[in-house]
């Protein structure tokens, strides 16, 4: 994979191959794949040997670029160490500019692979099984104070997709939960914390450890109404109740309202049009948050009356209804989760 | 969400595809061939090479309608005596690619088995519709076959062997070979071929916009092929190998595709086929296996047991 990554590079050159590293490991990580495969996904994406120690019971392990075995060795210069577990890659002369990212997440891989604690019955580490409100209470109760969440104090759980860019990186519990959309990371941070600087992530509302699964619904929701740049991170309390309205609403419902936005989303005007006329309560206010003339945007309303159905300034149920579809709109079009390929503009990360 | 219901990619697959996916997208439409032929235009083969016992020749031999089509002769360097040849048909779609794209995976047969290899740059689609890429590997087959005292080949062990695109192509050589009375064949490696331009298996419309090559991908390929006549009646089986109705007399095939691509039915097909002809063929289904996944993922548990299996089969027909 070291000539794919060059090759991406050679297409592209303002991709972020650290982002697609980083992908590439949370796919692992969620797929439980063992130590071999995250040695030889690391070699090959490295181009060179990688390695692997532990030190009780003792184990060496070393593969090619290949996923071959190689014969056991001793750990390169460059390597991490952490609870006993060292990993490694071997670079002959100067670090490549992937090296340091390769080998993190490796001995993040590892070290999960590898995880302490992990129950018999049940293989999900501890986050795992608190935001899963099918885990028994109990079970998320004793799994939370494992991770040191206890006592009366509420919290929020923080959502971004794997390749998310932290600014700032607070300490607390975190882990890779799978999710119908894909791997997601989860943060966990006292409910008082200050917003967390991560391009893009979704903060949910706060809840007590029994109900942080609620919390981590309603971020995956706030993260999916991102759209960077312009909003590279949404907090779910901006939305209140609707945040949960919308978490409990299946993806593939039923609901004509959002399916006849289509088209109106679909204009260069639409979704600055929209946005303006569910905030505004009026459409003098909505032209003014959209930054147009009044008859401008009395003629863009005409469009989405006839495209929907009805005025949604007739009465508050007719905007009620075009600001849920909307948000719902957005959700299903969310692209936020997906990683940029190099055939389109990559963001400026990594 | 999608609700069609397909089966998993196996995680190391889908970890690789993070980074597959930037050179390979799933869905390929007509405006991306350009993209896609810089992106997967193979590497130097000089690099490819590096540390291999192998000597590489060039030759412009005629092909379709004589015009001059280039070929790559490696062989083991220092052999001596006729060698088995393999004729390497190269994946991409039928649009894009070069004679030595996925040939890594191949050169084993030369430094380890012996074998000599004729990599034909056959021309592409849309600008070489068919039946240009078929010819052309016809007349690499033919002029291999005519020339192999010259190139130190045994007439009496000569494979064709193809990726995808490659595949159909290889398979469609010894359809044609069969019936027009051609070089004799000992064996065909069809590797997740390309055979049906009809597109109508469930496997087709399981894999839309994920992994590699779906089913619009498929439609893009034959449709530069085979243009307006794609899924109609007059497409020949030497260009669709699904079309044809006798698949009897034909060499030892092996097949190998992944469970988790479009091309698995028409594979596993292939193969019952040709079982039912009374014909001889080996079939293996990966399961968690997207296209070409020994191309793109090599390292991968799946991948080197797709590899090993092939490589078994291949030393079973073509070692001294």
């Known amino acids: 994979m070291q000539e794919l990554l060059g090759r991406i590079a050679a297409l592209d050159p303002q991709a972020s191959l650290s982002l697609r590293v980083i992908a590439c490991f949370d796919e692992l990580i969620v797929g439980n794949v063992n130590t071999r495969g995250l040695l030889s996904a690391a070699a090959s994406l490295a181009g060179c040997h990688a390695g692997f120690r532990q030190d009780h019971p003792p184990r060496t392990l070393r593969v090619t670029p290949r996923g071959e075995l190689a014969d056991p060795g001793e750990p390169a210069a460059s390597s991490i160490t952490c609870d006993g577990l060292t990993v490694w890659i071997e670079r002959d002369g100067p670090a490549r500019v992937n090296d340091t990212i390769i080998l993190e997440r490796l001995a993040l891989a590892v070290r999960i692979r590898h995880g302490r604690g992990r129950r018999e019955s049940d293989n999900r580490r501890e986050l795992g099984l608190l935001l899963d409100p099918a885990v028994p209470v109990e079970d998320r109760r004793t799994a939370a104070a494992r991770l040191g969440l206890t006592g009366p104090t509420r919290y929020r759980v923080v959502a971004a997709p794997l390749f998310a860019v932290w600014d700032d990186h607070p300490t607390g519990a975190e882990d890779v939960i799978p999710t119908p959309y894909g791997p997601i990371h989860a943060l966990v941070v006292p409910h008082d914390h200050p917003p967390v600087a991560a391009a893009p992530s979704g903060t949910g509302l706060a809840a007590p450890v029994e109900h942080l699964h609620r919390s981590f619904r309603t971020a995956v929701v706030a993260l999916r109404l991102c759209a960077p740049p312009a909003t590279p991170s949404v907090l779910a309390d901006d939305y209140g109740g609707l945040v949960g309205l919308l978490a409990d609403t299946p993806i593939d419902a039923d609901l004509p309202d959002v399916d006849s936005l289509d088209d109106v989303m679909a204009h260069g005007w639409g979704p600055a049009t929209l946005d303006a006329l569910v905030r505004a309560g009026s459409v003098r206010q909505a032209a003014r948050l959209a930054g147009v003339h009044h008859s401008t945007l009395q003629t863009r309303l005409d469009g989405v009356t006839e495209a929907v159905g009805f005025d949604p300034f007739e009465d508050g149920i007719g905007r009620t209804r075009l600001g849920i579809a909307y948000l719902v709109w957005r959700l299903r079009n969310s692209r936020v989760l997906d990683l940029p390929a190099p055939t389109h503009p990559a963001p400026a990360v990594g | ?320």
């Open chain 2, 1 to 320: 969400m999608t609700s069609v219901a397909r089966p998993d990619f196996d995680p190391e697959l889908k970890a690789g595809l993070a980074v597959v996916g930037g050179v390979f997208p799933p869905t390929i439409t007509p405006d991306l061939i350009a993209f896609m032929r810089r992106s997967y235009a193979s590497p130097p083969i000089e690099d490819t090479l590096r540390g291999r016992a192998i000597e590489r020749s060039e030759h412009t031999i005629a092909g379709h309608r004589g015009d001059p089509v280039g070929v790559s002769v490696l062989r083991p360097a220092g052999a001596s005596g006729p060698r088995p040849g393999v004729l390497f048909v190269h994946s991409g779609g039928l649009m894009f690619g070069d004679r030595f794209s996925g040939a890594d995976l191949v050169l084993d047969w030369v430094d380890q088995l012996g074998a000599v290899l004729v990599a034909v740059e056959y021309r592409l689609a849309p600008e070489f519709g068919d039946p240009f890429p078929r010819e052309d590997c016809y007349a690499a087959l033919e002029w291999t076959a005519a020339q192999a005292g010259r190139l130190g080949i045994r007439r009496d062990r000569l494979m064709v062997a193809g990726a995808s695109s490659g595949g159909g192509l290889a398979a469609g050589m010894a359809l044609a070979a069969r019936d027009r009375g051609g070089p004799a064949l000992c064996g065909q490696v069809l590797d997740y071929p390309m055979l049906d331009d009809r597109g109508v298996t469930p496997s087709t419309a399981q894999f839309d916009g994920v992994g590699v090559w779906d089913r619009i991908s498929n439609e893009t390929g034959w449709t530069a092929l085979l243009g307006a006549a794609r899924g109609g009646p007059d497409v020949s089986p030497y260009a669709a190998p699904a079309r044809a109705t006798d698949l009897s007399r034909l060499p030892p095939a092996f097949i190998d595709v992944g469970a988790a691509e479009i091309f698995r039915d028409e594979s596993i097909a292939y193969a019952d086929r040709i079982w039912a002809c009374g014909g001889d063929a080996e079939l293996h289904v990966w399961a968690g296996g997207f296209h070409a996944f020994d191309i793109f993922a090599p390292h991968t548990v799946l991948a080197r047991g797709m590899i090993r299996t092939r490589d078994a089969w291949v030393e079973k027909i073509l070692a001294d």
